[in-house]
Structures are given as C-alpha cells and as structure tokens.
C-alpha cells in the first residue's frame, strides 16, 4: 500500500502534522509513506522517522518563470506538468490532504489514480471544490479564527487521515543538551507566526525582570532570524542566553527538550514543545484560536490577551512560577487537561458556550442546548421559514414550466440563510453547516442532486423546529457522527 500525505501549509502545521504521520505508520507498518510538502518549509521534516519519502513542491521553477523578466508561461506549465506527471506514476492507493487550501485541492485531483481514495480537499470532475469526507467538512464549516470549533488541529488532521492518535505519535529525534546550557533553564521565543500574535521586546523585557527575581537558572531566547528585534537589550546577566537567528530548526529539539519550560506565543517552538512533551506557557491573542493551535505538553497553560498591548508582565511571570513548581493552574490561566479533542479547561478566561454546543449537537450527537435568547430564537425561526420554502421548490423545479422560478428562489434562499447567520451570528454553526453540506453536492442526475438538496433542506427544517417546539433534543434527527468523544 502506498499513501500521500499532503501538507501545503507552513512550518506549525508540518509539525502538527507529525503524530497524524506517525500514527499512519503504527496503523500500517508495511505501508509506503510519502510526504509532500513546500520546499521552502521542507526543514520541518528533518527528525520525521515516520516517512519513507520525502517530495518537494517546486515552487520556484514553477512560479519563478512567471515573474521573471522574460515571463515564460510553457516553461512554468511545463515544470508544473513534469512534477505532476511524476507523481501520478506513482499510483497512490490513498491521497491524505492536510492542506486546507484550493490550491491543494486542485494538485490532489491532478495526481490521483483512478483507484485513489481521498481524504481532505479534492476536486469535483467539473472542477468545483470536492469535501469527499466528514472530517474535512466540519474543518471547513467550523474552523478557524471568529469560528467556534473548540478540537485541536492536530486532532483534527488525525481525524482526515481516520487514525486515532496515542501518546506514542507524539515523538521526536532525540537529543543531547546543546552546550552552552546549564542543567536548568527555561526557553522564551520572542516571535510568533505573524506580528500581530508576537511580543514587543519591552513585554519581554518586563517579563524577564519578574522572571528573574524567582528564577536562577538560564533563560534562553531563540527565534528565527529576523526576530532579533524582539529581543530585549536592557537586560544585562550572565544568565541570558541569546540564540534568536543564530539555530536552525532542527536545533529547536535539543533545546526544548531539555528545557524546564517554554514560554511563547503561537509559533513553531509552541509545536515543537509539544512533541517533546515540553511543559509551555502559551501567551495567547485574540487572533489567534488557542483551542485549535495551544500547547499539548502536560502541565501548559495558555494566557490570554486582546493583544500584545495588554500583556500583563505580572500575570505571565507569576504563572510560570506556578508551573514550574508543578502546582495548579492560577485562577485566570487556560489549564490543559485533556490528552486529545478537547484540550482545555476555563479558569478565568470567559468564551461563550452556545455556538460551541450547537457545532456539538450537530456533529457529536448531543443534545442541542437550550437558548436564551430571543433574538437567537427569531433567528432559527427565519431559518425554519427559508427551509421551507426551499422545500416547496422541490417539486416546482422538476416543472419546465415553473422551473427557472424555483432555481431563483433557491438562489434567494441561499443568500438569505448567509445573511440570518451575519445577524445572529450565534447560530452560525448551523448556518455554515447547511452551506457546507449544499457544497459537498457533487456532479450527479437531476433526481440525484434534488433528492440530496431536499435531505438537507429538511434537515435543516429539523433542526429549526426543536426550538420552535421549545424542545431541547429530537432523538429522531438525523446528524452526521464522527465518533468524538469529547
């Protein structure tokens, strides 16, 4: 057996990528497992034992005739063709998309055989975006920064590929303490993933002071270059360490796993910690969706701000003395709990729970939550409403006559139900959810798309009318079940 796994993203999500990888390889171990990635993220991979093949999108001779001075459009679809074709040969008995993007999706379809099973992103024969599998469609509908999705990535990849990760998936290349660190030191890794998730050298700063007045051993400072502008130049001791531009990737390993502890944004080093098993204080920003990208380490915890302006020296000093002296979170922290899905216990962080329970009752087969609300309610009662009238289409569309009218209104009722969802943005769950599903219909026969439209249509009438009865649950609605326990 041979399988592609396909990761289009940048250097965290190739990281979180590794337990899925793993635990491909502990599923089937006689399995041929190939891993496609950007070349230019490609050092993400080196210590990924899982892999039997490592292949490398070529971007530059792809994109570089493009913009060179002489654009070369044959010679760039002429590189493209080449790497395709070369991966078509291969006849991949299954193809794991990763990357959620329309870019992979259109490279996944290109590359697969006739035979190929596809998980993740793909391509409809008329070239419209193709959500073969269940997982894929609640990433889609669900995730992301302003969604509610509360399941970690790294879970969520697993679920894609249909493995189920243990402790073991979580591993990494071993070893030695890089010289030049002492026996006890923690690690501070000034950047993040963008600017607007990292900390100002002054916050650093501020930190740091409150750090040392309890802390003796080493602090190490590591970014990448680039990042030396994050680093605070105030602090003269002989304990700091500044490696910020001067390690590579791969050096990350070594350090963190010897480390005490990490302290971090969303970034690179917050993925590696928790392959390592490295307990993390993960100082967290509005946008950023720490459910979906915190640490997984035991004894992390993650602290949140609206932004980097609001970062409470205090408040981040004083709770890694807690974590260092292996004691309970603080009453203001974001404690990790949980193993796997749902990771993370509320202390002094407030999060609306409803959309939460809505994306749960729709995809894990609990009850639907009780609302309190009355522009909630109004809101499912509209959506209830437009069920029904794109019901009646139903059968005036099979009509020639009232057909063009039918295909009008449907179109109406699609723009209508997104707009419910922009004014009660609480039910948004059920809103993307219903969009989703209508996109996952794929080329078939007239009777063959209406029969699955009126599935879905109905659904949603269901689902609208739990709460125009005041029920709570209706144990004869029909939801998709991924199987979570959570």
């Not at 990635?37 to 490609?42: I, L, Q, T, W």
């Not at 360490?241 to 990490?262: M, Q």
């Not at 959506?383 to 099979?398: F, H, K, P, R």
């Not at 609480?426 to 699955?452: C, D, H, Y």
């Amino acid at each position: 057996m041979k399988i592609l796994c396909v990761q289009l993203a940048r250097f965290g999500d190739i990281y979180q990528s590794w337990p899925t990888l793993n635990a491909l390889k502990r599923s089937n171990p006689d399995v041929e497992l190939h891993f496609l990635v950007r070349e230019r993220f490609a050092a993400a991979t080196v210590g990924l034992a899982a892999i039997d093949r490592l292949i490398q999108l070529p971007s530059r001779e792809i994109f570089e005739p493009l913009f060179s001075d002489h654009p070369g459009l044959e010679r760039s679809l002429r590189n493209l063709n080449s790497f395709t074709d070369a991966l078509r040969a291969e006849e991949y008995d299954l193809i794991v998309n990763l990357s959620f993007s329309p870019s992979s999706s259109y490279l996944v379809d290109i590359v697969a055989a006739p035979k190929t099973v596809i998980r993740g992103y793909t391509r409809h024969t008329d070239g419209f975006l193709a959500i073969p599998d269940d997982a894929s469609s609640y990433f889609y509908a669900q995730v992301g920064v302003e969604r509610n999705n509360r399941i970690h990535v790294t879970d969520l990849f697993a679920l894609v590929a249909g493995v189920e990760l243990n402790n073991a998936d979580f591993t990494y290349p071993k070893c030695d303490r890089p010289e030049g660190l002492a026996q006890s030191y923690i690690v501070i890794h000034v950047g993040a993933s963008s600017v607007e998730k990292s900390c100002s050298a002054n916050s650093w700063s501020e930190i740091v002071a409150k750090i040392q007045k309890f802390y003796s051993g080493q602090i190490v400072f590591v970014g990448a270059s680039g990042e030396e502008c994050l680093v605070p130049h105030d602090i003269e001791s002989d304990s700091i360490v500044n490696w910020v531009g001067r390690t590579e990737l791969k050096d990350l390993f070594g350090i963190l796993s010897h480390a005490e502890a990490l302290i971090g944004a969303d970034s690179v080093a917050l993925h590696v910690a928790s392959l390592t098993a490295t307990p993390s204080l993960n100082i967290s920003f509005a946008s950023v969706r720490f459910w979906e990208t915190g640490p997984r380490a035991p004894r992390s915890r993650v602290l949140w701000f609206e932004d980097s302006r609001h970062i409470s020296s205090e408040r981040v000093a004083a709770e890694l003395q807690l974590l260092l002296a292996h004691k309970p979170a603080s009453s203001f922290s974001i404690e990790k709990i949980e193993e796997f899905g749902v990771l993370y216990k509320l202390n002094g962080y407030q999060e609306a729970s409803f959309s939460w329970e809505l994306v749960r009752a729709l995809y894990m087969n609990i009850e639907f939550p009780i609302i309190d609300s009355v522009t909630i309610r109004h809101g499912f009662m509209r959506l209830g409403e437009l069920a029904t009238l794109g019901l009646d289409q139903m059968s005036a569309i099979q009509n020639p006559e009232t057909r063009s009218i039918a295909i009008g209104i449907l179109d109406e009722i699609d723009s209508l139900v997104h707009q419910v969802g922009q004014f009660v943005p609480e039910i948004g769950p059920v809103v993307r959810w219903f969009q989703t599903e209508k996109l996952r219909i794929g080329p078939a026969s007239m009777n063959e798309v209406l029969a699955t439209t009126r599935t879905i249509f109905e659904k949603l009438r269901d689902i609208c009318q739990i709460y125009e009865l005041n029920q709570t649950f209706n144990e004869q609605l029909p939801r998709e079940d991924l199987t979570w326990k959570l």
